[in-house]
């Protein structure tokens, strides 16, 4: 049985080189991508681009299934977030022939008013153990609520994978304080992410360098080097 290490080793590097070929993932240090939130950043990720390609879609699917063995994880029911963790959830209920559910980031103001579609008449996971699964990882917050969600919902969900991570702490605090706790594990890793971009050359060990600093700082490693945060 492999270890998540060499999982994310084996998948996250083949992952990363897709995900710069396509345009998932694109880095810039000189010139950074305004966030939502008004910030610069120097990088800038889609995973929906993964969706153009069956041959990355299965990959993803095997990766996140030798996660589940690797991690012995107890699974009854796959759960992909809104919208973008639905189909790489789903790809993971056929492998594994698992109930299939997804979560919204908050209840419908219409109809049933559901934030959990796939729960039957009951509206409920029943103690089912529920496997979550996330596109992106950034601040966990939009993960968080999701984990909550499903707990309201009678669910036990105690892990979340996704197909790749900032590995910003606020992420990894926010997942430690739920009560109780939920560990996260991701395919692709951020310094697994820089190391393979530095490989085939798509970035210098400088800009390497300043991609390591943001994650340190990544609300204010733009303002610190002069870009100003817009709409403020």
């Given at each position: 049985m492999k270890t998540l290490n060499e999982i994310q080793n084996y998948y996250g590097s083949q992952l990363a080189k897709a995900a710069l070929s396509l345009g998932a993932i694109r880095l810039n240090v000189s010139n950074p991508f305004t966030w939502a939130s008004g910030y610069?950043?120097?990088?800038?990720?889609?995973?929906?681009q993964f969706l153009s390609s069956s041959q990355y879609r299965a990959l993803i699917c095997d990766a996140f299934s030798d996660m589940v063995e690797s991690l012995s994880l107890k699974v009854d029911n796959i759960a992909g977030t809104a919208t973008a963790g639905i189909p790489h959830a789903t790809s993971l209920a056929d492998r594994l022939n698992k109930s299939l559910s997804y979560v919204r980031s908050s209840s419908k103001d219409h109809g049933l008013g559901h934030q959990i579609e796939g729960l039957g008449r009951s509206g409920s996971y029943e103690g089912a153990s529920v496997l979550l699964i996330e596109d992106l990882i950034s601040t966990g917050s939009s993960s968080?609520?999701?984990?909550?969600?499903?707990?309201?919902?009678?669910g036990i969900c105690d892990t979340c994978?996704?197909?790749?991570?900032?590995?910003?702490s606020a992420s990894y605090e926010a997942f430690a304080a739920l009560k109780p706790s939920c560990a996260y594990h991701t395919i692709?890793?951020?310094?697994?992410?820089?190391?393979?971009?530095?490989?085939?050359?798509?970035?210098?060990?400088k800009e390497a360098e300043?991609?390591?600093?943001?994650?340190?700082?990544p609300f204010g490693w733009g303002i610190s080097r002069g870009f100003k945060r817009e709409g403020v």
């Amino acid at each position: 049985m492999k270890t998540l290490n060499e999982i994310q080793n084996y998948y996250g590097s083949q992952l990363a080189k897709a995900a710069l070929s396509l345009g998932a993932i694109r880095l810039n240090v000189s010139n950074p991508f305004t966030w939502a939130s008004g910030y610069r950043m120097p990088i800038y990720n889609d995973n929906r681009q993964f969706l153009s390609s069956s041959q990355y879609r299965a990959l993803i699917c095997d990766a996140f299934s030798d996660m589940v063995e690797s991690l012995s994880l107890k699974v009854d029911n796959i759960a992909g977030t809104a919208t973008a963790g639905i189909p790489h959830a789903t790809s993971l209920a056929d492998r594994l022939n698992k109930s299939l559910s997804y979560v919204r980031s908050s209840s419908k103001d219409h109809g049933l008013g559901h934030q959990i579609e796939g729960l039957g008449r009951s509206g409920s996971y029943e103690g089912a153990s529920v496997l979550l699964i996330e596109d992106l990882i950034s601040t966990g917050s939009s993960s968080i609520k999701a984990v909550e969600a499903i707990r309201k919902a009678d669910g036990i969900c105690d892990t979340c994978l996704g197909i790749f991570t900032y590995g910003l702490s606020a992420s990894y605090e926010a997942f430690a304080a739920l009560k109780p706790s939920c560990a996260y594990h991701t395919i692709l890793t951020y310094d697994i992410m820089i190391k393979t971009a530095e490989e085939i050359d798509y970035i210098s060990a400088k800009e390497a360098e300043e991609l390591r600093e943001w994650r340190k700082d990544p609300f204010g490693w733009g303002i610190s080097r002069g870009f100003k945060r817009e709409g403020v």
